[in-house]
């Protein structure tokens, strides 16, 4: 046996294949979304702190929030079908949910964005706290990219019918 056809066998005995072709089984996931996005705040906290008297606070902040981040990513790809695939192009309905999906998504991410927009100018003047640290506002653009990532497919989830329970299961 060659090495390619070593690596072949490799990949398909780790399940790659299935990601590359993007032959993954669509899955509604309900809550999980939430738990990831409750674990990138708690780590935006915990990564936000003084660094000095917190050191291992501040290693748990940055392992839960790029862990988030990284979490969105892969829900994004393993939870309902937002884009074609190999086998065939998305049907009216995966369309339909796409669609609406998208359009609430782009609703709440714009009204956040407008009331931290807002927040921040008014947080010096009330003493409140804010973002000073250039890393810190770095974190809070990956953390709005992770909800671009993470709320249509939280969405779409719950616009979903629930599965199907199978008689093999």
């Given at each position: 046996?060659?090495?390619l056809e070593k690596m072949d066998r490799?990949?398909?005995?780790?399940g790659i294949d299935r990601l590359v072709?993007?032959?993954?089984?669509?899955?509604?996931?309900?809550?999980?979304?939430?738990?990831?996005?409750?674990?990138?705040?708690?780590?935006?906290?915990?990564?936000?702190?003084?660094?000095?008297?917190?050191?291992?606070?501040?290693?748990?902040?940055?392992?839960?929030?790029?862990?988030?981040?990284?979490?969105?990513?892969?829900?994004?790809?393993?939870?309902?079908?937002?884009?074609?695939?190999?086998?065939?192009?998305?049907?009216?309905?995966?369309?339909?949910?796409?669609?609406?999906?998208?359009?609430?998504?782009?609703?709440?991410?714009?009204?956040?964005?407008?009331?931290?927009?807002?927040?921040?100018?008014?947080?010096?003047?009330?003493?409140?706290?804010?973002?000073h640290d250039p890393n810190h506002w770095?974190?809070?653009?990956?953390?709005?990219?992770?909800?671009?990532?993470?709320?249509?497919?939280?969405?779409?989830?719950?616009?979903?019918?629930?599965?199907?329970?199978?008689?093999?299961?």
């Amino acid at each position: 046996m060659t090495l390619l056809e070593k690596m072949d066998r490799a990949v398909y005995a780790t399940g790659i294949d299935r990601l590359v072709f993007m032959k993954v089984k669509p899955r509604t996931l309900r809550w999980s979304p939430l738990l990831v996005i409750a674990a990138m705040a708690v780590g935006y906290v915990l990564l936000a702190q003084p660094i000095l008297p917190h050191v291992t606070h501040f290693m748990a902040g940055v392992g839960l929030f790029y862990g988030g981040y990284l979490g969105a990513f892969i829900f994004r790809i393993f939870g309902p079908r937002m884009v074609p695939s190999i086998d065939g192009p998305l049907d009216e309905r995966e369309l339909m949910v796409k669609a609406r999906a998208g359009a609430v998504s782009s609703i709440i991410l714009t009204v956040l964005a407008m009331a931290g927009c807002f927040y921040m100018a008014v947080a010096v003047p009330l003493g409140a706290w804010r973002p000073h640290d250039p890393n810190h506002w770095v974190a809070l653009a990956f953390a709005f990219q992770a909800c671009f990532m993470l709320l249509p497919t939280l969405i779409a989830s719950w616009l979903q019918p629930p599965a199907v329970a199978d008689d093999e299961d």
